[in-house]
């Protein structure tokens, strides 16, 4: 337990010293002020926080890199992780359209954190810092470091260390408007790890699910609701349901069916 905290600490506190740093540089060099830091900038802030996290994970010996599971050719686990992720789309658009409205603080939380992803999303280097870099860093700790020490320390409460790595995940992103996809995604990718202990598939199913999000968000400009993709109405809404858990579902099983972890 005391594992699974100093390594979420640690990947909170490389962000906020990043964050500092690049802050404050570009207000000596800019004489702009701090709270009008531009995209560019916010690119420049994710990349080397990406890269300093992954060092210090790695030098630390908190996470070890092995190539034993890609080793076992596990294409068709990586495949259907891809293909549940995109069914999974969805239910997540229709979830985050039956949460209220925020106000106060957690307002002011989610619309600058919007802001800053809609500048992101609109700049050359968005998709690197959104849907490249972000996998493999969260990923490597929250399932390849925190998740593993719950295991660890908990073996036959699997399912209380997964739901609660998935809630500590969630907090981290630090805006109320992402934590209960955030949470769930993070039960899915829990399972995938402990059933093959390894981050790749979950790699690939946050890789597909960040790509779809950046395409979805230049193809449709924006979408804020389900209802900006299908159109108004609820028959279009459960009929797009229908045709995602025809996705997701088989998906899932088949995952149940093939996942194991290396001889």
């Not at 594992?3 to 000596?28: E, G, H, N, P, R």
């Not at 995938?192 to 395409?215: C, D, E, F, K, Q």
Request: glycine fraction near 6%.
């Amino acid at each position: 337990m005391k594992k699974a905290f100093i390594f979420t600490f640690a990947f909170l506190a490389i962000q906020f010293v990043v964050q500092l740093l690049v802050t404050i540089s570009y207000t000596l060099i800019t004489g702009a002020p701090a709270d009008s830091l531009p995209p560019l900038w916010h690119i420049g802030v994710m990349v080397l926080f990406s890269l300093l996290t992954i060092l210090v994970f790695l030098r630390a010996g908190w996470f070890e890199a092995s190539r034993s599971y890609l080793r076992s050719r596990p294409w068709d686990v990586i495949g259907w992780s891809v293909v549940a992720a995109l069914g999974a789309l969805v239910p997540s658009l229709l979830l985050q359209g039956l949460i209220p409205e925020w106000s106060g603080w957690a307002k002011e939380i989610v619309d600058e954190t919007n802001k800053q992803m809609e500048g992101l999303m609109s700049v050359p280097g968005g998709y690197m810092v959104i849907a490249l870099l972000p996998p493999v860093v969260e990923e490597m700790v929250f399932r390849g470091c925190v998740l593993r020490s719950l295991l660890e320390w908990k073996p036959r409460h699997r399912w209380w260390m997964i739901a609660l790595s998935a809630l500590i995940f969630a907090i981290v992103h630090l805006n109320p408007a992402q934590m209960p996809h955030a949470f769930l995604i993070g039960l899915l990718l829990g399972w995938l790890y402990m059933r093959t202990g390894s981050i790749v598939p979950g790699v690939a199913y946050h890789w597909a699910n960040n790509t779809a999000a950046y395409v979805l968000f230049h193809v449709y400009h924006n979408p804020q609701s389900l209802q900006d993709i299908v159109g108004q109405g609820m028959r279009p809404a459960l009929m797009a349901l229908l045709f995602s858990l025809c996705i997701l579902l088989p998906a899932l099983f088949q995952l149940h069916q093939r996942m194991r972890r290396p001889s």
